[in-house]
């Protein structure tokens, strides 16, 4: 069967969504769980974009050996050139170049003509085929473009050196039966078009992202792109979790194959959706929690007899599994970090030393540990483990249904000074956040504020996310404990360092500008 390969691009694409912004670490969890799950290309971020995404995208290129890691470029030197410094120590570097090709595009924002348009994509190719042995341009709004000059800068780019041609969907503006038609014009209009890889990368603005992906593949694409969950800019990308399963559960129509590792797929789902903060709806396809539900009494009665009657999908297929016991407090070493393994998992001495005691505490205070649990004390660890301006030393909070809820809590800077403050609020939440503000002295504006259990039970550990604007930079945060109060704190400060921290790396990088 023909083999379709997988871009991914959530940490690039997917990072663009609002709110959404991942450190080092978390990146390099959700690269390494991307390798895991068999992805074909990582698209890890557009490295001259600031010297965090440099640096980001040139610590995955060294860490991942059995994916492709490739980085977004401008059709600009400058942009290539960074792109080849931070990819040219990974195992397979490739380079992921673009430009606009639509006439909205070219007249409003490019301010260029068709030809000066084909002469800077024909440049950089030719610029970047001395330094990558792959390069994939991509046709920025291709589906609003002229089919014929879209047929005439293809065969061009590809005369200079491309590989892959990208035919993106950017504003999510197309049909399926659109966009497989322009697959065919290409294959019947452009000469050399069999000597690369077509591929197709589909925004969801519409609601078509997946379908116009399957009708890719349907008319020769061999390449899809997407983003776990379906996350991105503006309504998203292709889940690209629900283009894998399709074209396995119906292979008897496709008739092709993919690298993806379906049983690590929820595991993957959960990983982006803990780091981003951005939940995932319980009726998503493959793996919302109502995936594989079922209430009706008729459907009830039909699964139980045979389940393929309701079920076209295993939840053991995609690694949904029960939440059952996996570690307690008699629990050794040695078992603790064969199960961080497991879940993908790899940290150096000191950082397991110290999950492990955590573990440790955790599990005198809650009776049975799982999957998600660990999951979640990983999370806290990275936490706990980022370089942050104000750390929570204590929290103290007085409520109760007939006085004034209050908190007093106790900041730690990186100085290693204490700031204590205290407020009161309508409830415990607003009376712990109008003491971090004091405490911070500026004004920080909640946006968003979300909660949720890791697990089920009265003692599992809390979620909090929220998003807070300090000084015109919105920033999302996450915090992790047993008690959503101190969750909710953590949550605070977490989206507070993080604003700081990228006001910090923008005023260094003017300056190293000026």
């Known amino acids: 069967m023909r083999k379709i390969n997988f871009f991914d691009t959530t940490l ?16 390099l969890e959700i690269a390494k769980q991307l390798e895991r799950v068999g992805m074909d290309i990582i698209e890890a971020g557009f490295p001259a974009s600031s010297p965090g995404d440099f640096r980001s995208v040139q610590e995955i290129a060294r860490t991942i050996k059995n994916s492709s890691v490739t980085g977004l ?36 924002k490019l301010k260029m003509t068709k030809e000066q348009v084909i002469e800077r994509a024909v440049e950089s ?3 970047a085929a001395k330094f990558f042995p792959i390069i994939q341009w991509s046709a920025e709004d ?59 990368h589909c925004h969801d603005d519409l609601g078509m992202a997946v379908a116009n992906a399957l009708s ?16 991105g800019e503006r309504a998203g990308n292709s889940a690209l979790e629900e283009v894998a399963v399709a074209l396995y559960i119906r292979k008897d129509y496709y008739k092709v194959e993919t690298n993806i590792r379906l049983n690590e797929i929820k595991r993957t789902s959960d990983l982006v959706s803990k780091l981003t903060g951005m939940i995932v709806p319980p009726n998503k396809a493959i793996v919302g929690k109502n995936a594989f539900a079922h209430e009706s ?8 007899k045979e389940k393929t009657t309701y079920e076209i999908i295993s939840p ?20 603790f970090r064969v199960k961080l393994k497991e879940l993908g998992f790899t940290m150096d001495e000191e950082a397991t030393n110290r999950l492990f005691t955590a573990f440790k505490e955790l599990s005198e205070k809650k009776k049975e540990l799982t999957e998600d649990d660990l999951v979640a004390l990983v999370l806290e660890e990275q936490l706990t483990g980022e370089e942050g301006t104000y750390e929570l030393a204590a929290l103290q909070v007085t409520y109760g249904t007939t006085g004034v809820p209050s908190a007093t809590v ?35 504006t909640l946006l968003d504020y979300r909660i949720q259990s890791n697990s089920g039970g009265r003692d599992a550990l809390a979620q909090v996310y929220v998003k807070v604007n300090v000084d015109g930079i919105e920033m999302g945060g996450r915090g992790i404990a047993q008690d959503v109060l101190e969750a909710s704190a953590k949550a605070y400060l977490n989206a507070v360092n993080r604003a700081i921290l990228l006001k910090h790396t923008a005023k260094e990088k003017h300056q190293a500008t000026v």
Do not use: M
């Not at 400058?78 to 006439?103: C, M, N, V, Y």
């Not at 890719?216 to 996350?231: D, R, Y």
């Not at 009494?297 to 139980?304: A, E, K, M, P, W």
């Open 316 to 335: 053991e297929l995609v690694g949904v599994q029960s939440n059952s016991l996996v570690l307690g407090k008699h629990s050794g070493r040695h078992a």
């Open 216 to 231: 890719a593949v349907e008319h020769g694409a061999g390449q899809i792109e997407g983003t776990i969950n379906g996350i």
């Open 12 to 27: 690039r694409d997917g990072e663009q969504s609002a709110g959404v912004n991942l450190n080092l670490k978390e990146k």
């Open 142 to 200: 291709a589906c609003r473009t002229e089919l014929d000059f879209l047929a005439e800068i293809v065969e061009k780019v590809i005369e200079a050196g491309a590989k892959v041609i990208n035919i993106p969907d950017t504003v999510g503006y197309i049909t399926p039966i659109e966009y497989g038609e322009i697959f065919e014009y290409l294959k019947q209009n452009v000469k050399n078009i069999d000597q690369v890889i077509l591929s197709a």
């Open 410 to 444: 106790t900041l730690k800077t990186k100085e290693n000074e204490e700031i204590q403050e205290a407020a009161t609020g309508n409830g415990s939440v607003e009376a712990i956040y109008n003491t971090l503000e004091r405490c911070l002295k500026q004004s920080v």
């Open 73 to 108: 470029a401008r059709s600009v030197k400058g942009d290539i050139d960074a792109a080849w410094e931070a990819l040219k120590d990974g195992a397979e570097p490739r380079l992921h170049t673009f430009i606009a090709t639509s006439p909205v595009h070219r007249e409003y």
């Open 297 to 304: 009494g008729i459907h009830q009665d039909g699964v139980l």
């Open 125 to 127: 190719v030719k610029y």
